[in-house]
């Protein structure tokens, strides 16, 4: 009797051992999992967000209107940041020209207002295509525009097609480049069937010659660079003395002088110094035709 219980008592105290090792097991197994674990969310934690980000979710932040093509002036960078725009990036497709047709109009003072973009000529119904990879932020009519599209772009650049026909995409959809935007047309404020085709940065225009080549339909660049509202392709650009921004008449030698500004044409500046068109175009042998590039100093006298 007093053997049979001493073998019971020690198969008890076997049994209890085993099922206490094994839950001391499970339990260091446990404790070895949930550290790992935790080490791989503090690792995860540690990923700066912005590297998850595309360059437009960077620049803009959670700023989007389907509305407005402006945004807040709170909302520019500080006019001492200068910020490097790369056209294409690993994941997106080339640049593709949006329609290819000859430019009308170019950027740059027209008939006494700031034309905004180049107007490329089409014919109505033409297939109008998306020039970079982006998401759709405005399809609707928009005033002078007319039938109008505007795509933000993955690189943070937006494009504008105005006077369509017909707009084939809606707020919101997400587009490759040479994707239908619409059908080219005439409407809003247009003379004739026509692209009108822009690009801003930050909400502002900017000329597209200075990064597209209208005759061969590629890339000039493959970065731009913005500073203080002004776009460049060649980063010293920005260290050049800027160009007077009131137009203000420069003395030399006795010699009144103006130097072109936006809006500026002949009938306001002879108004402004009291002369004649006809003088303005003897004095810098020029015609009342021709085109007065921004920066261009006139004799006035």
């Not at 790992?36 to 700023?63: A, R």
């Not at 490759?176 to 069937?193: F, M, Q, S, V």
């Not at 000329?207 to 731009?224: A, G, H, M, P, V």
Request: proline share 3%.
């Amino acid at each position: 009797m007093k053997f049979f219980t001493l073998t019971l008592t020690t198969c008890l105290f076997f049994s209890v051992y085993s099922i206490a090792q094994q839950i001391l097991s499970d339990t260091i197994k446990a404790k070895i999992e949930i550290s790992e674990m935790d080490s791989l969310l503090s690792t995860v934690e540690e990923i700066p967000e912005d590297s998850l980000k595309s360059p437009d979710e960077i620049l803009y932040q959670n700023i989007w209107s389907s509305t407005q093509i402006k945004y807040p002036a709170n909302t520019l960078p500080n006019k001492n940041d200068t910020i490097t725009i790369t056209l294409l990036g690993n994941c997106d497709r080339n640049y593709v020209h949006p329609v290819k047709g000859f430019v009308i109009s170019k950027y740059g003072p027209r008939h006494g207002r700031m034309h905004t973009g180049t107007d490329i000529k089409l014919n109505s119904g033409d297939t109008v295509r998306c020039a970079f990879d982006g998401r759709v932020r405005i399809a609707k009519r928009f005033s002078g525009y007319g039938n109008l599209v505007l795509v933000r772009h993955s690189n943070g650049l937006e494009t504008i097609y105005g006077h369509l026909k017909a707009i084939n995409v809606k707020v919101n959809d997400t587009i490759k480049a040479g994707d239908l935007i619409g059908l080219g047309g005439r409407t809003g404020r247009a003379t004739c069937n026509h692209l009108h085709f822009e690009t801003r940065l930050f909400g502002q225009p900017f000329d597209s010659n200075k990064y597209i080549d209208f005759e061969t339909y590629n890339l000039r660049t493959d970065q731009i660079y913005y500073a203080n509202k002004r776009v460049e392709t060649d980063r010293s650009n920005f260290i050049k003395k800027p160009l007077p921004s009131d137009g203000a008449e420069l003395a030399a030698g006795g010699t009144t002088k103006h130097v072109i500004r936006k809006g500026d044409n002949l009938s306001t500046i002879a108004r402004r110094y009291h002369t004649s068109v006809r003088k303005i175009c003897t004095s810098n042998s020029i015609t009342a035709q021709t085109t007065l590039k921004i920066g261009r100093v006139l004799r006035i006298n």
